[in-house]
């Protein structure tokens, strides 16, 4: 059960009359994940729909350039990727769980680009913040060229600054579902995951293409 804001100031007050410490209420501990995977609002709406993904970021990641913006990433040689910070619970799913995701819901045989979008900026991409998660995905990415038989595109770049995107970018596929709906039709970003991964299309997360 929740504790109101205005039951816990009552009892921090109660605490302070009676000399009593004030409680200490726990927080839930979380943890954050970035990856590249063309469009960001369709890897919002993937990761979106994982059990234990409490928050996703639309942003750029994985250049030298100090700045970002959708003008400079998409015309520009910043060598920034579209990306999306992941923001999850330890408790209810796992970095090795999220790779699964990622991998299953993208081409990652494509060195140029995912789907209809073409250029550096929306290719594969998957950057850790620690050394252990360098390690799982670079132990991902051999599973899933075994699974698959065939040479990764997708590379994995550490120690990368997250620029969030436009505030335009957030929750695309909420805020103008027809037109994201019909962009992720004509874009062939169903059609292609299906292709390449089959049965286990989007495997980890409940979306499903309609």
């Not at 039951?7 to 927080?27: D, E, R």
């Not at 073409?118 to 599973?143: H, V």
């Not at 990764?152 to 335009?168: L, N, R, S």
Request: aromatic residues 14%; glycine residues 8%.
């Amino acid at each position: 059960m929740g504790i109101s804001r205005f039951a816990s100031l009552a009892g921090l007050a109660l605490a302070g009359t009676m000399g009593l410490s004030a409680p200490v209420f726990a927080q839930a501990e979380t943890a954050v994940a970035i990856f590249a995977g063309g469009c960001f609002w369709c890897v919002e709406k993937d990761f979106d729909d994982v059990e234990g993904v409490l928050d996703t970021l639309s942003g750029y990641i994985g250049g030298e350039a100090e700045t970002a913006n959708y003008q400079q990433v998409t015309y520009e040689d910043t060598g920034h990727y579209e990306a999306v910070q992941v923001t999850y619970d330890p408790a209810i799913t796992d970095y090795d769980k999220l790779l699964t995701v990622f991998w299953h819901s993208v081409d990652p045989l494509d060195p140029d680009g995912q789907f209809c979008d073409r250029g550096p900026s929306y290719r594969t991409g998957i950057f850790p913040q620690t050394d252990q998660e360098t390690e799982q995905a670079e132990a991902s990415k051999l599973a899933v060229a075994a699974e698959l038989n065939a040479e990764i595109a997708t590379e994995i770049i550490p120690g990368k600054t997250f620029y969030p995107a436009e505030d335009y970018h957030q929750d695309y596929y909420l805020k103008n579902p027809v037109r994201y709906e019909y962009y992720r039709f004509a874009c062939g970003r169903n059609a292609r995951v299906d292709q390449v991964w089959g049965d286990r299309s989007y495997l980890g997360t409940s979306y499903r293409p309609e």
